[in-house]
Nanobody, 114 residues
Framework: QVQFVESGGGLVQPGGSLRLSCSTS????????LKWYRQAPGKEREFVAR????????NYADSVMGRFIITRDNARKMTFLQMNSLKPEDTAVYYC???????WGRGTQVTVES
């Protein structure tokens, strides 16, 4: 019942930007802490960004600090990840997640290369 559908990934040059979207359903969105994760080829899934239920507190992995911005739209039950100044090491499948649920979506592929 709990669902996450990520979109917005694609191929981008180093230094470029992408905006990822996550549509959700099946839970009380307004009360949920939301997160973005990513999994690069040959690596474990890692934390990228977090936003609390109010949208006022945000946390980021050191590797993306100052480059990525997480937001949420409670009316649309969506979260977004604005990705700027992209680097080749940002290449990964990106996933959104609600902290209190174990369900994962299929993710969206982000590839950064010339």
């Amino acid at each position: 019942q709990v669902q996450f559908v990520e979109s917005g990934g694609g191929l981008v040059q180093p230094g470029g930007s992408l905006r990822l979207s996550c549509s959700t359903s099946g839970f009380l969105f307004g009360a949920a802490v939301l997160k973005w994760y990513r999994q690069a080829p040959g690596k474990e899934r890692e934390f990228v960004a977090r936003i609390d239920a109010t949208g006022r507190r945000k946390n980021y992995a050191d590797s993306v600090m100052g480059r990525f911005i997480i937001t949420r739209d409670n009316a649309r039950k969506m979260t977004f990840l604005q990705m700027n100044s992209l680097k080749p090491e940002d290449t990964a499948v990106y996933y959104c997640k609600a902290n209190d649920y174990t369900t994962w979506g299929r993710g969206t592929q982000v590839t950064v290369e010339s």
